[in-house]
């Protein structure tokens, strides 16, 4: 992960910002400023990385790159730093091989001391050179004048300049005006054949400029870009399959896979030809226009040399005429006297800037070196523990997003407001004030998400709201525990619901009718015992004594127990009328019938079972329920008009306090009428009126057919009635000591 350890090799060089000077200074504080803080990009500069680049010694470590990329290479791992007030300049290499380092920081401080220092080097001594001819050319044209003005000064004799003619003086001011003219002219020669020679060298170098311009076009070419479009939608088309986790060896991918390496093909030949085509008409164009400029410099050299050929007429016959007239002006005398003057002040200013540049050039250079790169001994690891702690930073980053993508995408419920977030019906235990407070902090964080459910609030919360608010005591509530998938233990709920009525005073019975494995009746302990299965489907009439024989009591004793039964054959079933019956006949012994029926999703009968009932509960467990299954449950309860009173939060902790377990006292005793809480007028009154319990029986069994009548024949409105004790439920929540 750190990556390879990394040697830095460090030359150093000393840079005066002021150079040494006799008279007065040529430069500027600004430019001497300027020309130190230059240095680093001159360090850095192509013709100084180009020089290293060429160096036998580093050959063979820049041999593995490509060439054209080596100068690139070389100017990555290059660093130059310029200190100012020490005016030192350092030149480091990193180079995971100390001797690779050492060699390559060497070869680039050799590269900047040729190209730059001994380039500076050579320029003062060719200047130096060219001063003296120019100085000792300067003394053979002084002498010469001299003669001159002797010979001049001999033929006059005593004349003066008084014995000028007006013809004279006009005379000499032409002869300076061409002078002038002529000096003019050779000046703009000499930056024509200038500009003539730049032109015809310059030519060598525009292939490079020709590649990068036909690179250009070639980019900008709408064929060329149309087909990478074109192959841009098609790599988009290849990923896409691959992200749906789709076979390499499908012919979908087959196929995508033969049609790009024929775009591909298509956009290789494409641009082959195009760069070709490009190539020759900037080659034309460039040539033509090259060809054009030179053309232009020669015919202005031409007017150029014509112009000084004809100046230099002009003043030779100007000189002719002043030697004819010698004899009798003063003339050749002044002129030869003025170009006197100006030699000998132009040979004096040739002389002094030699003799400055002699002194200059014996001090100090102006850039040297101080040492050269030694071996480093050892590695740079700032960067690789940089690199950890980045790369740990982002690992956790990526570990925390795929754990956020995979919750969000397992929809499992995590928390109770992921049920009240999605649910449209109460939600049991979702309350604030259940909830236990936490202390800070993100361990607090996460403990609170695994453990903001404890067991028996939720249970309690629906206990109180749905059978312990009930005002009409007479009648008997049915409730079937259900989940949205089998793996859920809903037989967890169904216990603890039934051990609470029957901790507040209510007969309560307890039937299983999870018929996709009888989890609660292996629980209780009665896996083996006849149930609701044996009951006989065709005889209704002698349901009631059936029904006594296969109650069993449990340890609590206003709790009793209906196993699902046995069977003897896989496909055997429990019928929902059977459900039904069975409710209806004991309905006047119990207050409250609790079924544990199968998961929602998991049987088909489920359906039936809720129809049988008054009201159905969805189990929803943590870490274990999917809140997406939930909603879908709901909806398909909503669309069977299935009377649905919400949903209970559980932790699905095992507790040894809220299991049902069998009686051990063999058979079963005579069910007794349950208690009632009813005043003395109310006692006096059913003493005195002695119901069969046969006809209440059937009573009781119309009244429970015209409430499924009514219940079937207005969805609607029961829907309605659902939202609304939902959005109570949520304004004015209840709990179980209320």
């Given at each position: ?11 150093y ?8 000077v ?42 593995p790159?490509?060439?054209?990329l080596?100068v ?22 990193e ?35 060219q ?10 044209d ?11 000064a001999?033929?006059?004799g ?39 020679s ?18 250009a ?24 399959m691959?992200?749906?986790a789709?076979?390499?060896t ?9 049609q ?98 002699q ?59 992921d ?22 902090g ?10 903001s ?34 793996k859920?233990?809903?037989?967890l ?28 009746s ?11 299965r ?36 896989p ?7 059977s ?82 377990k ?28 002695s ?30 009635k659902?939202?609304?004790s ?13």
């Open positions: 992960m750190m990556g390879q350890p990394k040697y830095v090799a460090e030359s060089l000393r840079v005066r910002e002021q150079q040494d006799i008279f007065s200074a040529q430069t500027s504080r600004s430019e001497d400023s300027a020309f130190f803080r230059s240095q680093t990009k001159l360090v850095r500069s192509p013709q100084v990385l180009a020089a290293a680049v060429k160096d036998p010694s580093v050959v063979d470590y820049v041999s790159i490509r060439k054209g080596r690139k290479w070389l100017d990555d791992k290059l660093k130059a730093e310029a200190q100012t007030g020490s005016e030192t300049l350092t030149i480091s290499v180079h995971p091989d100390p001797v690779a380092s050492q060699t390559l920081c060497n070869a680039v401080t050799k590269a900047y001391l040729a190209e730059i220092v001994c380039r500076l080097e050579h320029d003062r001594t060719e200047r130096e050179e001063l003296e001819l120019a100085a000792k050319q300067a003394d053979a002084l002498d010469a004048s001299w003669e001159k003005l002797n010979r001049i001999e033929g006059l005593s004349d003066t300049s008084q014995s000028l003619t007006l013809r004279d003086e006009m005379q000499f001011q032409a002869y300076r005006d061409y002078s002038r003219r002529l000096q003019a002219a050779q000046l703009r020669g000499s930056q024509l054949q200038a500009q003539l730049e032109k015809q060298h310059g030519q060598q170098h525009t292939s490079t400029s020709v590649e990068a311009t036909t690179e076009l070639l980019h900008a070419n709408p064929e060329v870009v149309a087909a990478r479009k074109r192959l841009l939608s098609l790599n988009l088309q290849i990923d896409a691959r992200n749906i789709a076979s390499e499908s012919p979908k991918l087959l196929q995508l896979r033969q790009q390496q024929f775009l591909l093909n298509d956009l290789a030949e494409l641009e082959t030809a195009t760069r070709s085509k490009i190539a020759v008409d900037l080659q034309s164009r460039s040539q033509s226009d090259f060809q054009h400029s030179v053309d232009q410099l020669k015919v202005e050299i031409e007017l150029n040399r014509s112009e000084k050929t004809f100046l230099r007429e002009q003043l030779s016959e100007f000189q002719i005429g002043s030697n004819d007239t010698s004899t009798r002006t003063a003339v050749p005398l002044d002129m030869s006297r003025h170009e006197v003057s100006r030699q000998s002040h132009l040979a004096d200013r040739l002389w002094q800037s030699l003799q400055e540049l002194i200059e050039s014996q001090s100090q250079p102006r850039v040297s070196l101080i040492e050269l790169a030694s071996r480093p001994e050892f590695a740079n690891n700032s960067y690789r523990k940089k690199y950890t702690v980045f790369a740990g930073l982002l690992a956790w980053v990526i570990v925390v997003y795929a754990i956020g993508v995979m919750e969000w995408y397992d929809c499992r419920v995590r928390d109770a407001d049920i009240v977030s999605h649910s449209s019906y109460p939600v049991f235990g979702a309350a604030p004030y259940m909830r236990p407070e936490s202390s800070g993100i361990t607090s964080f996460f403990r609170t998400r695994q453990n459910v404890r067991t028996s609030d939720g249970v309690r919360e629906a206990v109180a709201r749905i059978i312990l608010r009930n005002e009409d005591a007479s009648q008997t509530i049915s409730l079937m525990i259900t989940s949205c998938h089998p859920e233990p809903r037989h709920v169904s216990q603890e619901i039934a051990i609470l009525l029957a901790s507040h005073q209510r007969r309560v019975l307890l039937i299983d009718c999870d018929i996709d494995g009888g989890v609660l292996r629980a209780a302990g009665a896996s083996n015992v006849p149930g609701i044996s009951l006989p489907v065709n005889k209704p009439g002698d349901l009631c004594s059936t029904v006594a024989q296969y109650i069993v009591a449990t340890q609590h004793d206003l709790l009793d127990f209906l196993p699902v039964g046995t069977t003897t054959t496909s055997s079933w429990v019928a929902p009328h459900l039904r019956s069975t409710i209806a006949s004991v309905g006047s012994e119990y207050d409250a019938v609790i079924v544990n029926g199968p998961s929602f999703l998991g049987s088909a009968e489920s359906v039936l079972f809720a129809a049988e009932v008054d009201q159905s509960l969805f189990a929803t467990f943590v870490n274990v329920s999917r809140w997406d299954l939930l909603s879908l449950c709901e909806e398909a309860a909503s669309d069977a008009a299935i009377p649905v009173c919400g949903s209970i939060v559980h932790s699905g902790k095992f507790a040894a306090d809220t299991t049902v069998i009686s051990n006292v063999p058979g079963r005793k005579t069910i007794p009428s349950r208690h009632r809480v009813q005043n003395v007028a109310t006692e006096s009154i059913h003493s005195s009126q119901i069969d319990d046969s006809v209440e029986r059937d009573l009781r069994r119309q009244i429970h057919e015209l409430r499924n009548a009514i219940r079937s024949a207005q969805p609607e409105s029961h829907s309605e659902v939202a609304e939902n959005i109570n439920s949520h304004a004015n929540p209840d709990t179980a000591e209320t």
